[in-house]
């Protein structure tokens, strides 16, 4: 592989911000999805298209992770206390936040006893206080593994981190509810999961390809991930006998060519941008973990007391634009705790 060239990261910050938005995206969609056969199917439809053009979002996380770190030499002990402390304490701040909100919306009761009470937060704080708060935990684990694989990226040829994907990929493909009767009894799980965008991440940011027309082929493939994904959920969902979310799911071969192409899309493109822009670009960066973890908390809020959602006009502009909304809102949020006293530790 080629040396690292971490001078040029002005893609990636535009990647995380995309990325970001893209999530906010999604969740913006979700209870309109929950609602297959009980809304006009145009209004379903229109978030189908939206929630699967940003399926890329966590997979995108995690290769921009993967660019980011595999590349540097670390000693263990230094990297897991900065990685983890800059990770756990903005989390723990928020998950109690979503413990008090649900807590304050009637979705438990605490009681007289103060031992059971401490025994629903440690609960809530094990399996996650809000349902985007999964990402934290994945992020935890392969932040462990970072050093492990980290070393043998390093030292490895591209022919063998290409056997490692390609290995990868194949576990992914026969894993899935469609193939898994031909999954054989070989135990493959250590090829399973996210560590997989990891390694691609870092494969993509530092491989030079010199294929002619790559931008465009990139672009083909992020439209026709789109469509598998949009069209493949829309003929199961119906079908008990799959997954509705299959095509959904963030480890699979479609959102894995939807990732992958997006992140080639944007580092091919250097677009010409007002300072002003990029400076607006680099204010919310500083917040993005900040905005990822606060925002469900803002979405809540903006559907209930202000009526901001999917529902105030047609989905294709209302989403996207409640979605804008939250990540403003957010963003204002997170910079104004980071202003107060130990603001910054728990801002993110």
């Known amino acids: 592989m080629p040396p690292a060239k971490t001078e040029n990261i002005q893609w990636i910050n535009n990647l995380r911000l995309i990325a970001l938005y893209a999530v906010i995206i999604l969740h913006s969609t979700a209870p309109l999805l929950m609602q297959y056969g009980k809304v006009p199917a145009s209004n379903w439809w229109m978030a189908d298209f939206l929630n699967a053009t940003v399926r890329f979002a966590v997979p995108v996380f995690v290769m921009i992770t993967g660019a980011l770190l595999l590349h540097r030499e670390y000693e263990i002990g230094s990297f897991l206390k900065k990685r983890l402390g800059r990770v756990v304490v903005p989390f723990l701040f928020w998950s109690l936040v979503y413990i008090w909100y ?3 919306n009637e979705e438990f009761a605490f009681t007289n006893d103060v031992w059971t009470n401490i025994k629903i937060v440690l609960h809530d704080l094990k399996n996650g206080s809000s349902y985007h708060l999964w990402y934290v935990y994945m992020l935890i684990g392969l932040y462990f593994f970072i050093p492990v694989i980290g070393k043998f990226v390093r030292n490895a040829t591209e ?10 990929f194949a576990v992914m493909l026969i894993t899935q509810p469609y193939l ?5 009894a070989v135990d493959m799980h250590y090829f399973a999961g996210y560590v997989g965008y990891l390694v691609l991440g870092h494969y993509l940011a530092f491989k030079d390809f010199n294929v002619k027309h790559l931008r465009l082929w990139m672009s083909a493939l992020f439209i026709f991930s789109i469509v598998l994904i949009a069209v493949g959920t829309w003929l199961i969902i119906p079908n008990a006998k799959w997954p509705g979310t299959m095509f959904y799911e963030p480890v699979n071969p479609a959102v894995l060519m939807l990732s992958a192409s997006i992140f080639m899309i944007v580092k091919l493109t250097v677009p010409k941008v ?7 670009r680099d204010f919310a960066g500083e917040y993005n973990y900040g905005i990822y973890l606060g925002h469900a908390l ?4 903006l559907d209930d007391p202000f009526g901001i959602s999917y529902k105030f006009c047609t989905p294709i502009i209302s989403i996207p634009l409640t979605a804008l909304i939250c990540f403003v809102v957010t963003l204002l949020m997170v910079w104004i705790i980071s202003k ?5 530790w728990i801002s993110g």
């Open 298 to 301: 803002v979405l809540y809020f």
């Open 274 to 280: 007002p300072p002003v822009i990029i400076r607006i």
């Open 340 to 344: 107060v006293t130990f603001g910054r």
């Open 102 to 104: 649900s807590w304050q």
């Open 180 to 184: 898994l009767r031909f999954n054989p």
């Open 159 to 168: 022919k063998e981190i290409l056997y490692f994907l390609i290995v990868w």
